[in-house]
């Protein structure tokens, strides 16, 4: 089974950018993985996605703003946040099909 974890994570200035990794234990080629996060008292809530033919989504807060994409050849998926807002501060997971969730990053976005 792969495993998915998840760096990158910290703390910013409104404004910023940060890029996060979400790195797989075995070969990704054939899977789609989803960006999620969850903020303080909330939900978790989806933010980005990406198939394995390399097609996107994302949701409309972030649109714009961050840039998923993938490197099969290393195993791994980015999530580029630019123009980060103080909304963005939570903790953000990847996952896929039959995948557990991992401990996920922090990203603190203040001044």
Request: hydrophobic share 35%; net charge neutral; charged share 15%.
């Amino acid at each position: 089974q792969v495993e998915l974890v998840e760096s990158g994570g910290g703390l910013v200035q409104p404004g910023g950018s940060l890029r996060l990794s979400c790195a797989a234990s075995g070969s990704i080629s054939r899977m789609f993985v989803t960006w999620y996060r969850r903020a303080p008292g909330s939900s978790r809530e989806f933010v980005a996605q990406i198939l394995a033919n390399g097609e996107v989504s994302y949701d409309g807060s972030v649109k714009g703003r961050f840039t998923i994409s993938r490197d099969n050849a290393r195993n791994t998926v980015y999530l580029q946040m630019n123009s980060l807002k103080v909304e963005d501060t939570a903790v953000y997971y990847c996952t896929s099909e039959n995948v557990p969730w991992g401990p996920g990053t922090q990203v603190t976005v203040s001044s």
